[in-house]
């Protein structure tokens, strides 16, 4: 967890949360979220099951909303 919580404090100091929150909320962000089953993102990252992670990453990139979103995302923490 201390991975993510680094993370977390990286995307702060950067000046990006509001950002991201955004992102999140839009339209893409929004078709991703319905596709993942949060319960599998939460017990594959408890576990380290980085093959089920990729799995559940490989299934959204799949899409054009999960494309777009990855595309957005990269845009915005390229900045």
């Not at 100091?13 to 962000?29: C, I």
């Not at 594959?44 to 959204?60: F, P, Q, T």
């Amino acid at each position: 967890m201390r991975n993510l919580e680094e993370v977390g404090k990286e995307i702060e100091r950067r000046g990006k949360t509001d950002a991201l929150k955004k992102l999140a909320e839009s339209s893409d962000g929004v078709q991703v979220g319905k596709m993942v089953d949060p319960k599998l993102v939460e017990q594959a990252a408890k576990n380290g099951d980085g093959a089920a992670m990729r799995g559940i990453l490989n299934s959204v990139l799949s899409t054009d909303e999960g494309k777009r979103l990855a595309e957005n995302l990269m845009k915005l923490m390229g900045d």
